[in-house]
C-alpha cells in the first residue's frame, strides 16, 4: 500500500490561490505587489469583492482542505446560510483557519491584524501547534487579514523571516469585517470555533475524524463594531456544528453538552453589546462565548449521537436588523 504524502496547507491553498487571481476581475479584487515584492490581494476594502471573493477567501483561510458553500436556510431572518466541511478537521481550522497571528507594527498610525490561513503553519509559533504536532514547508505562503489595510514593510519582513521564505513567496489577502468578503469568510469559521472551543475543553483532537457547520449569512455593517457583533453573532446564536468523533459515548456526550455557546456567562446578549461592556476589550469576553449555538456530536463507535444548545432567531433578529 503506498503511503499518503504529507498534507501542505499552503501548497494545497496556493492552488486556490492561483484561481482565485486568474478570477480576480470576475471576483471583483484587485491584486498588486508590495514593496518588498509580496502578493498584495484586496478583496474588500477598496474594491466591492462580494460573497464569492468571501468564499474563496474562507477555502484559502481552511488551507485547500475544506469547502465553503452558500444555501437556502428556510429562516426568514437570515435566508442564506453558509456551511463549511472538511476530512481534515484539526488541521483545516486549527493549523490554517484559526486567526491565531497577531500581526503589529510601530507604525504611526498603529498597524494591527489577526492572521489566519496556512502562513500560520509555516511559522508555527502558536502553541496549537505543538499539541496538534503538526508545522507545514512549502515554497510560497498565504495570510488572510482581518482589516482594510495591507501590511506594512516591516510586517511583511517579519512574516517572511518567520516563515522562511523570501518576502516575494508571500501573498497576503485583505478585507475588513465591514466588507461582504471579510463577512463571509469570519462567519465561515464556525466549525473552526468549535474545534478551537474542543481544543480548549481538552478534548483529544486526534478523535475528531470529520466536520462540519454552518452559520446564518449576516448582512454587513459599515461600523466595526456592528459588523463584528454580526459575524459574531451568527456563530455564536446561529451556527451549528456535528462532529464525528472516536472514542467512547460517555466522551462524545460530553463534548456536546459543553461545546455551545449557552454554557458561557455571557451568553444571551447580541455581541456587540457585550463588546461594548467590555469597554472594547475582546480579550476580556468569557472564552467560552465563542462556539457554535447547537452541537450535534456523534460517537462513530457506537453510533449514538447527542446534541445540545439551541438556535436563537429572536436575538439574531436583535442583531441583523
Not at 502578493?39 to 471573493?53: K, S
Request: with cysteine.
Amino acid at each position: 500500500m503506498l503511503s499518503a504524502p504529507p498534507i501542505s496547507v499552503n501548497a494545497l491553498a496556493g492552488r486556490c490561490l492561483d484561481r482565485l487571481l486568474a478570477d480576480a476581475a470576475l471576483l471583483r479584487i484587485e491584486v498588486a505587489r508590495g514593496s518588498r515584492g509580496e502578493l498584495l490581494i484586496d478583496a474588500g476594502h477598496e474594491v466591492p469583492g462580494g460573497i464569492a471573493a468571501g468564499l474563496r477567501m474562507a477555502e484559502i483561510c481552511m488551507g485547500g482542505l475544506g469547502a465553503c458553500t452558500l444555501s437556502d436556510s428556510g429562516a426568514a431572518n437570515a435566508p442564506f446560510k453558509l456551511t463549511t466541511r472538511t476530512a481534515n478537521p484539526v488541521i483545516a481550522c486549527l493549523a490554517s483557519q484559526y486567526a491565531g497571528w497577531k500581526l503589529s507594527a510601530e507604525t504611526e498610525d498603529g498597524y494591527f491584524a489577526l492572521g489566519s490561513g496556512p502562513a500560520r503553519a509555516l511559522a508555527a509559533k502558536e502553541d496549537v501547534f505543538a499539541d496538534i504536532g503538526y508545522s507545514d514547508k512549502a515554497d510560497r505562503g498565504i495570510l488572510v487579514l482581518e482589516g482594510e489595510r495591507p501590511p506594512p514593510a516591516d510586517v511583511v519582513d517579519y512574516v517572511a523571516r518567520e516563515c522562511g521564505l523570501a518576502a516575494d513567496r508571500l501573498a497576503f489577502i485583505y478585507a475588513p469585517t465591514q466588507s461582504l468578503a471579510g463577512s463571509v469568510q469570519i462567519t465561515a469559521r464556525v466549525l473552526e470555533v468549535a474545534l478551537h472551543k474542543a481544543h480548549a475543553l481538552r478534548f483529544p483532537l486526534s478523535d475528531i475524524v470529520d466536520g462540519l457547520g454552518s452559520a446564518p449569512l449576516p448582512p454587513p455593517h459599515p461600523d466595526f463594531v456592528a459588523a463584528m457583533g454580526r459575524t459574531n453573532d451568527a456563530i455564536i446564536y446561529g451556527g451549528q456544528v456535528q462532529l464525528f468523533v472516536n472514542g467512547p459515548a460517555s466522551r462524545a456526550r460530553d463534548l456536546a453538552q459543553n461545546l455551545p455557546s449557552v454554557r458561557s456567562k455571557d451568553h444571551g446578549r447580541p455581541f456587540a453589546e457585550i463588546f461594548r461592556a467590555y469597554d472594547g476589550d475582546f480579550y476580556k469576553v468569557d472564552p467560552m462565548l465563542f462556539s457554535p449555538a447547537l452541537a450535534i456530536v456523534t460517537a462513530l463507535e457506537t453510533g449514538d449521537t447527542f446534541r445540545a444548545g439551541a438556535i436563537d432567531h429572536g436575538l439574531l433578529d436583535v442583531s441583523f436588523r
